[in-house]
């Protein structure tokens, strides 16, 4: 069955247009810790920091200060930190490369759960940011998926219709919040599956 045309197509970030691995900056912030890799991976698992630095409400040098306190890091500058944060991303370039079939076709969107130190790494490293028609971030609007209203905010902000947009994450719960506000929402699995799901748009 082709699908009809939508006017926006939102796309998650993680997972989805890029790869990341973590455990890079666990193994990285390990040489300054007395702590093992495991307590430091727990710490940001269970940590409220890494929510108030994706709503930005914490700042990048502050959210350094508590880590540091927090991890015990020692002879380690925000300078040099800043790599060992940001240098963990892949470029997914199958699904890349169906984002820029996509464009002119219809508008497409960025939502993302992300921090500003990753989010202007990526955007200063990775041409396919600039094709957005609306790159919205989490620390920009103060809201984080799966909450209604970060999806309401999206859908203002580009002005869409619920019926007329359809959202691809890898997220479970992130596509169904979207669903339970009218839009159009796919799991994302693969790039082919992502075809499939967008059958009848990209022809």
């Not at 990341?20 to 409220?48: A, G």
Request: proline residues 4%.
């Amino acid at each position: 069955m082709t699908m009809e045309k939508p006017d926006l197509i939102i796309f998650d970030l993680g997972r989805v247009l890029v790869d990341f691995d973590f455990h890079k900056v666990v193994r990285h912030l390990k040489r300054y810790s007395p702590l093992t890799e495991k307590q430091i991976h727990r710490f940001f698992m269970q940590t409220p920091l890494w929510d108030t630095f994706e709503r930005g409400q914490t700042e990048p040098d502050d959210f350094f200060r508590q880590i540091s306190k927090e991890l015990r890091l020692k002879n380690l500058t925000f300078k040099d930190f800043t790599p060992l944060w940001n240098s963990i991303f892949t470029e997914k370039h199958d699904t890349v490369s169906i984002l820029q079939r996509l464009r002119g076709r219809c508008r497409i969107a960025l939502l993302s759960n992300v921090n500003i130190m990753h989010w202007d790494h990526i955007v200063e490293t990775h041409d396919f940011m600039s094709w957005f028609d609306h790159p919205i971030a989490s620390f920009a609007v103060g809201q984080r998926k799966p909450e209604l209203d970060i999806f309401r905010t999206t859908l203002q902000i580009a002005q869409a219709k619920p019926a007329q947009t359809i959202f691809i994450d890898d997220v479970e719960s992130h596509v169904l919040a979207a669903r339970s506000v009218g839009i159009r929402a796919h799991q994302f699995i693969d790039a082919p599956q992502l075809v499939r799901d967008l059958n009848g748009i990209l022809e």
